[in-house]
């Protein structure tokens, strides 16, 4: 059973700063991996995809990587601002036919103005 | 375009009562997901459907039902409410026409049990 995990739980760093969130997960056959936003009292919003045959994506102050063979994903976020504060989950989608999600359990940010 | 809808936004209900939580989508994707996600834990699938008629159990089933009668709707039935079940309700889908498609959710739904 694929299972995914987050450490830190919560993380708060000053403005500017340039951080790393973790992700890993147990079994490596996966078809993509996922990086999803949340904010208080709302929804989950897609960041980034990686696919199981890239290493990295990126987009504007966001950088995903993807290390297959160590089961393990991080979340790169440059000069930081106080509205990147939220929560961020990793999800594994473990295959092509299988639509399921495995979510981790997210790291609250806390971006200190 | 309202993408993913649910109602109502938040919920009350007494141990023993019923409910459905709706969920409505206008991005006609198949694929829908109900999720629920308790204090400081992940996202724990509860129900699956890949398209009109069809739907599957996920991780966490019991208690809840589903039905599919439409592409857009999916609504979840609590049939005896349980305290166990206060939890906030997400609802997602999926187009999956492509490697990059990803999930869409709706705002949620928070339910507490009393």
């Known amino acids: 059973k694929q299972e995914v995990t987050q450490i830190p739980a919560a993380l708060s760093v000053p403005e500017g700063e340039n951080l790393v969130l973790n992700c890993s997960f147990t079994d490596s056959a996966i078809y993509n991996l996922q990086w999803f936003r949340q904010d208080p009292g709302k929804g989950l919003t897609s960041l980034l995809l990686i696919q199981s045959s890239q290493r990295e994506q990126t987009s504007g102050r966001l950088n995903a990587s993807l290390d297959k063979s160590s089961g393990r994903s991080t979340l790169y976020i440059a000069a930081s601002q106080p509205g990147d504060s939220a929560t961020y989950l990793c999800a594994v989608r473990p295959g092509f036919g299988n639509e399921k999600l495995t979510f981790g359990t997210g790291t609250r940010l806390t971006i200190i103005p | 375009n309202a993408g993913v809808t649910q109602t109502p936004k938040f919920r009350i209900l007494k141990i023993g009562q019923s409910m459905t939580l709706q969920c409505a989508q206008d991005m006609n994707h198949n694929y829908m997901y109900w999720y629920r996600q308790d204090p400081g834990m992940g996202l724990k699938l509860i129900y699956y459907?890949?398209?009109?008629?069809?739907?599957d159990k996920g991780e966490v089933p019991n208690g809840y039902n589903v039905s599919r009668s439409t592409t857009e709707d999916f609504p979840l039935r609590l049939e005896l409410a349980a305290p166990s079940q206060t939890s906030v309700y997400f609802c997602?889908?999926?187009?999956?026409?492509?490697?990059?498609?990803?999930?869409?959710f709706g705002p949620g739904t928070r339910l507490t049990v009393l």
């Open positions: 997602a889908t999926l187009r999956d026409e492509s490697r990059t498609d990803t999930q869409y």
């Open positions: 459907s890949v398209g009109a008629g069809i739907t």
